[in-house]
């Protein structure tokens, strides 16, 4: 395959660092590849929350669009941007291995207490934009306030330190890729069990044209089975639930190394509703997803 694949990508700091991890993985198999950098919705409204956005998919049409159009050859995305269900004509193709799926609480130390859960001081203003991050906060502390933040993760850690919030809830994926000094701020990093991720946090999925076969048997040399058996799961429980990103759904899913499969989620009807968890453990992923679902809905 002797011709540039072209990788459509957001413009993001964290976005080109996806960009640029995929073009070596890319140069590893002996590919060559060019940016095509695409401004999305998600990128452009950056005054609404992401609850009043409409539809699903708002960090990834504009890009889906291009790959349709023939102006990109493929697209790399945060899995966990990615609705569950691609358009007509494209498909995923391939995964690649998972950093850190954790969240992170980063805190201001003016910000400190002694004494309350995170040593983070009552009624503490906390931003965040994730629906499911609201609602998994207010469930380990009721008492903290919440506000909407916008913007790429250096823009939000500079809102942090400008004392614009007490404190903010950031992927831990993000901080590692990005290798974001924090020695100034407090950083918890929960327990992806207990503050459960969104479904296939840490992972970057690579998107194709359905019929362009040869660049999909190509990047199944890229391709993380194993990651892809944790994510299927993860993704299904989203798409059972009728869910998009901004659902207060958290689905976290582990392989053991006998094979077995161990989920964790946490789902609320709305961010400021009461949280329901579920911890179920399978030999196979045969109804598993349904029975994570139905073990929330009790």
Same mark, same amino acid.
């Given at each position: 395959?002797?011709?540039?694949?072209?990788?459509?990508?957001?413009?993001?700091?964290?976005?080109?660092?996806?960009?640029?991890?995929?073009?070596?993985?890319?140069?590893?198999?002996?590919?060559?590849?060019?940016?095509?950098?695409?401004?999305?919705?998600?990128?452009?409204?950056?005054?609404?929350?992401?609850?009043?956005?409409?539809?699903?998919?708002?960090?990834?049409?504009?890009?889906?669009?291009?790959?349709?159009?023939?102006?990109?050859?493929?697209?790399?995305?945060?899995?966990?941007?990615?609705?569950?269900? #691609?358009?007509?004509?494209?498909?995923?193709?391939?995964? #690649?291995?998972?950093?850190?799926?954790?969240?992170?609480?980063?805190?201001?130390?003016?910000?400190?207490?002694?004494?309350?859960?995170?040593?983070?001081?009552?009624?503490?203003?906390?931003?965040?934009? #994730?629906?499911?991050?609201?609602?998994?906060?207010?469930?380990?502390?009721?008492?903290?306030?919440?506000?909407?933040?916008?913007?790429?993760?250096?823009?939000?850690?500079?809102?942090?330190?400008? #004392?614009?919030?007490?404190?903010?809830?950031?992927?831990?994926?993000?901080?590692?890729?990005?290798?974001?000094?924090?020695?100034?701020?407090?950083?918890?990093?929960?327990?992806?069990?207990?503050?459960?991720?969104?479904?296939?946090?840490?992972?970057?999925?690579?998107?194709?044209?359905?019929?362009?076969?040869?660049?999909?048997?190509?990047?199944?040399?890229?391709?993380?089975?194993?990651?892809?058996?944790?994510?299927?799961?993860?993704?299904?429980?989203?798409?059972?639930?009728?869910?998009?990103?901004?659902?207060?759904?958290?689905?976290?899913?582990?392989?053991?190394?006998?094979?077995?499969?161990?989920?964790?989620?946490?789902?609320?009807?709305?961010?400021?509703?009461?949280?329901?968890?579920?911890?179920?453990?399978?030999?196979?992923?045969?109804?598993?997803?349904?029975?994570?679902?139905?073990?929330?809905?009790?």
């Amino acid at each position: 395959m002797e011709k540039t694949i072209r990788i459509a990508t957001r413009g993001s700091r964290l976005a080109l660092w996806q960009a640029h991890y995929t073009q070596n993985l890319l140069k590893d198999i002996g590919l060559n590849s060019e940016l095509l950098v695409i401004k999305t919705k998600g990128d452009t409204i950056q005054h609404l929350s992401f609850d009043k956005l409409e539809g699903k998919g708002f960090f990834t049409k504009e890009i889906e669009d291009a790959l349709l159009r023939n102006e990109a050859d493929m697209a790399v995305h945060s899995m966990k941007d990615l609705p569950t269900s #691609s358009p007509d004509g494209l498909v995923l193709t391939a995964v #690649s291995y998972r950093a850190n799926p954790a969240d992170c609480l980063i805190i201001h130390p003016d910000a400190l207490q002694e004494g309350p859960l995170f040593q983070l001081k009552t009624g503490a203003v906390v931003g965040t934009s #994730s629906a499911r991050r609201k609602a998994q906060m207010l469930d380990f502390r009721p008492d903290i306030q919440l506000k909407d933040i916008r913007g790429n993760v250096p823009t939000r850690l500079d809102k942090l330190r400008n #004392s614009d919030f007490d404190a903010i809830l950031l992927a831990a994926a993000g901080l590692e890729r990005l290798e974001i000094e924090l020695d100034d701020l407090r950083v918890i990093r929960f327990n992806p069990r207990e503050f459960v991720p969104a479904p296939a946090q840490g992972v970057l999925a690579f998107q194709t044209r359905t019929d362009d076969l040869e660049l999909r048997r190509m990047l199944k040399r890229i391709h993380r089975a194993d990651v892809a058996q944790a994510t299927n799961v993860e993704r299904k429980v989203l798409q059972l639930a009728g869910g998009g990103c901004h659902m207060p759904l958290g689905v976290y899913c582990e392989l053991d190394l006998q094979g077995n499969y161990h989920v964790w989620a946490a789902k609320a009807t709305d961010w400021d509703q009461p949280l329901q968890r579920a911890h179920i453990s399978s030999s196979t992923t045969f109804e598993l997803a349904e029975s994570v679902l139905k073990a929330l809905q009790h």
